[in-house]
T-cell receptor
């Protein structure tokens, strides 16, 4: 089974702190995604990576950055956390070749910024 | 991606089959039907996908009408652990970059009662 793990299930941070969310997948997937999920807004893509050191902005990249130094690991960084970044953060991975390519999700990190 | 329409909620008795409908009347010829579910406070979980033939795996069956304008996800023997929000998504298989993102609608909330 594909396994996508996220470093924390719950996280509480203060406004202005730098926050790191880590995601690791064990199936050698090329694609990795960071989404946030908010009530009434569904899933929104923050950043996407299709290879080591490669990244693309999603729909809502402002206030976030990402790092992919190794194929299995994709990190989301909140440079200076703000209260409007309180949300559920979901990491996902998928193959880039073959069709169709379902995404496998981690358990999520519920981040609260005070 | 084509739009999908699902009723907001339904329930079924434990041990009975749960039939979850989805309308996708604007589906294109190369678009697949995917189903995901999200149990409360967890990441979404891939269930099944299909193009035009009916599909079955260890979790569920997917029945797609001949005109492909609607489909039904069947959980043959629902358990309490199947209580979740189920998302029907229609999308083409070949896409790159941030277009690989998943777009979840509101989904259908399935409540399995004892």
């Amino acid at each position: 089974d594909v396994k996508v793990t996220q470093s924390s299930r719950y996280l509480v941070k203060r406004t202005g702190e730098k926050v790191f969310l880590e995601c690791v997948q064990d199936m050698d997937h090329e694609n990795m995604f960071w989404y946030r999920q908010d009530p009434g807004l569904g899933l929104r893509l923050i950043y996407f990576s299709y290879d080591v050191k490669m990244k693309e902005k999603g729909d809502i990249p402002e206030g976030y950055s990402v790092s992919r130094e190794k194929k299995e690991r994709f990190s989301l960084i909140l440079e200076s956390a703000s209260t409007n970044q309180t949300s559920m953060y979901l990491c996902a991975s998928s193959l880039v070749s073959g069709s169709p390519r379902e995404q496998f999700f981690g358990p999520g990190t519920r981040l609260t910024v005070l | 991606d084509a739009k999908t329409t699902q009723p907001p909620s339904m329930d079924c008795a434990e041990g009975r089959a749960a039939n979850l409908p989805c309308n996708h009347s604007t589906i294109s010829g190369n678009e697949y039907v995917y189903w995901y579910r999200q149990i409360h406070s967890q990441g979404p979980q891939y269930i099944i996908h299909g193009l035009k033939n009916n599909e079955t795996n260890e979790m569920a069956s997917l029945i797609i009408t001949e005109d492909r304008k609607s489909s039904t996800l069947i959980l043959p023997h629902a358990t309490l652990r199947d209580t979740a929000v189920y998302y029907c998504i229609v999308r083409a298989p070949s896409f790159t970059g941030a277009n690989s993102k998943l777009t979840f609608g509101k989904g259908i909330t399935l409540s399995v009662r004892p």
